[in-house]
């Protein structure tokens, strides 16, 4: 089984358009070492021709081009992305929906339907791309059980509900549902390997932990190093927590909870923000990451499973 990270950044990308925080600065100036990243989205194949596309990011077309796997080119009008799982509906998980429009045929679509609610009204794409391509939708259950995807065999995911938040935009922002963030297993079922994905994710919770104690590798929120990173730079009042994130850095913080994991997983941080110190390949932020055992994920990162 086959994953590929196409964009390992959170919402704006690194550097974003129009941010000069110490990070996204020191990236266009060439005094940072860092790589540049694409928002967050990852695809995973069972037989390196058909993959589930996870989360459309609004850098798609790029990370198609960045990773000509997805070309299959056995037709005249191809694609190697044969469905869309959707995490959440923030604008940087969805909006590359609209640039799948030309496809010949309705684009399989799986989503909780807290998100296809949120994607059909306050932003309505699966309402324009009525259209065009049109979508299947297949509403994804929260609890835990695995199911298969439509036209991927040999691939087995179970979605878990995770404390975050909805969108600004979704009329439920300020009061959240189950089923508004989830987070999947993604499973090999010829070795019964697992890989836990979740780049948005709130608080951690017992039953969490118990469940990426039990897979190979752990794909998680990578977000923010500290609750207040936005307020410290002047660039927002709110804090991690208020964004539905967990920071890495301080007391019952991301890192504390994946110390705890057994020896033999694989720790990932995905959905980097560019304010995160992390980025910067020389931080002493970014080497307490790697003495604590934990990788960072970056644009083109392929993991086996
Ligand atoms: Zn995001
Ligand atoms: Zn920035």
């Given at each position: 089984?086959?994953?590929?990270?196409?964009?390992?950044?959170?919402?704006?990308?690194?550097?974003?358009?129009?941010?000069?925080?110490?990070?996204?600065?020191?990236?266009?100036?060439?005094?940072?070492?860092?790589?540049?990243?694409?928002?967050?989205?990852?695809?995973?194949?069972?037989?390196?021709?058909?993959?589930?596309?996870?989360?459309?990011?609004?850098?798609?077309?790029?990370?198609?081009?960045?990773?000509?796997?997805?070309?299959?080119?056995?037709?005249?009008?191809?694609?190697?992305?044969?469905?869309?799982?959707?995490?959440?509906?923030?604008?940087?998980?969805?909006?590359?929906?609209?640039?799948?429009?030309?496809?010949?045929?309705?684009?399989?679509?799986?989503?909780?339907?807290?998100v296809l609610s949120d994607i059909g009204t306050g932003f309505p794409?699966?309402?324009?791309?009525?259209?065009?391509?049109?979508?299947?939708?297949?509403?994804?259950?929260?609890?835990?059980?695995?199911?298969?995807?439509?036209?991927?065999?040999?691939?087995?995911?179970?979605?878990?509900?995770?404390?975050?938040?909805?969108?600004?935009?979704?009329?439920?922002?300020?009061?959240?549902?189950?089923?508004?963030?989830?987070?999947?297993?993604?499973?090999?079922?010829?070795?019964?390997?697992?890989?836990?994905?979740?780049?948005?994710?709130?608080?951690?919770?017992?039953?969490?932990?118990?469940?990426?104690?039990?897979?190979?590798?752990?794909?998680?929120?990578?977000?923010?190093?500290?609750?207040?990173?936005?307020?410290?730079?002047?660039?927002?009042?709110?804090?991690?927590?208020?964004?539905?994130?967990?920071?890495?850095?301080?007391?019952?913080?991301?890192?504390?909870?994946?110390?705890?994991?057994?020896?033999?997983?694989?720790?990932?941080?995905?959905?980097?923000?560019?304010?995160?110190?992390?980025?910067?390949?020389?931080?002493?932020?970014?080497?307490?990451?790697?003495?604590?055992?934990?990788?960072?994920?970056?644009?083109?990162?392929?993991?086996?499973?």
């Open positions: 089984m086959y994953l590929r990270v196409l964009g390992s950044a959170a919402g704006g990308g690194f550097p974003q358009w129009n941010c000069n925080c110490p990070r996204c600065k020191g990236l266009r100036d060439g005094s940072l070492r860092a790589r540049a990243r694409t928002q967050s989205s990852i695809a995973v194949s069972a037989n390196g021709l058909d993959w589930l596309l996870i989360n459309a990011s609004p850098d798609i077309l790029q990370q198609i081009r960045d990773n000509p796997v997805l070309q299959p080119e056995r037709a005249q009008r191809d694609s190697g992305i044969a469905a869309v799982l959707l995490m959440d509906a923030q604008i940087d998980h969805v909006t590359g929906l609209l640039m799948l429009r030309e496809r010949q045929t309705p684009l399989p679509l799986l989503a909780t339907r807290e794409i699966t309402s324009i791309l009525s259209h065009y391509c049109g979508v299947q939708p297949h509403v994804l259950v929260c609890d835990g059980y695995p199911l298969g995807v439509p036209g991927l065999p040999g691939l087995e995911l179970s979605a878990v509900p995770l404390d975050s938040k909805p969108p600004p935009y979704s009329p439920f922002r300020g009061s959240p549902r189950q089923g508004d963030n989830i987070g999947v297993v993604l499973s090999n079922p010829t070795n019964g390997r697992k890989i836990f994905y979740a780049p948005g994710l709130g608080q951690m919770t017992p039953q969490l932990h118990a469940l990426m104690a039990g897979c190979e590798v752990v794909l998680v929120d990578g977000t923010f190093w500290c609750a207040d990173e936005m307020q410290r730079l002047g660039l927002s009042s709110k804090t991690a927590f208020d964004m539905g994130h967990l920071p890495q850095s301080g007391a019952g913080g991301m890192l504390e909870h994946l110390a705890r994991l057994p020896a033999g997983v694989r720790k990932v941080l995905i959905h980097i923000n560019n304010t995160n110190p992390i980025l910067d390949e020389d931080s002493p932020e970014r080497a307490e990451l790697t003495a604590a055992g934990v990788e960072l994920a970056h644009d083109g990162m392929e993991i086996l499973f």
